[in-house]
């Protein structure tokens, strides 16, 4: 499992970001955001695939009613207090370090609790796979 370390790292580095704290805020956002849609079983089960100070951010007890990929983007801005282009790109870096910690299998149980237009943040890592492709 990736530490907790090397993963603010990568999507520091990825992010171009200056500081670790940045970094954290994009991973923290984005994994709250994604915690609202999950069923509360599937986010606990995606984030003990993580280390825990990043899984953490799955499990803040809320639950929304399903929306789209446009309005999940719309929703990091707004928290993060950033635009939505950056909000997007923080989104992508983020799901995309997770789906290179997980298997294939528990991307599609992710995949199967979202709507369709979220898989397009999958397939890049997907597609980099031997063998798999986001169906």
């Known amino acids: 499992m990736m530490q907790s ?4 790292e990568t999507v520091r580095v ?5 500081s670790g704290e940045r970094a ?4 923290g956002t984005t994994l709250e955001m994604l915690g609202e849609l999950l069923p509360e079983w599937d986010a606990a089960a995606l984030a003990s695939h993580l280390p ?8 803040t007890g809320r639950h929304s009613v399903g929306f ?3 309005e999940f983007f719309r929703r990091i801005s707004e928290r993060e207090g950033s635009d939505i282009i950056d909000a997007e790109e923080h989104a992508q870096v983020v799901l995309a370090a997770i789906a290179e910690t997980i298997t294939p299998e528990e991307i599609e149980d992710i995949l199967s609790e979202l709507p369709n237009d979220f898989r397009i943040l999958f397939r890049t890592v997907a597609e980099g796979r031997k ?3 986001i169906r």
Not at 14 to 18: A, D, F, G, I
């Open 14 to 18: 990825r992010l171009h970001l200056e």
């Open 131 to 133: 063998g798999y492709a």
């Open 24 to 27: 954290v805020k994009a991973i």
């Open 5 to 8: 370390d090397e993963f603010i």
């Open 52 to 59: 825990a100070e990043i899984g953490k951010y799955l499990l």
């Open 68 to 70: 789209g990929l446009h």
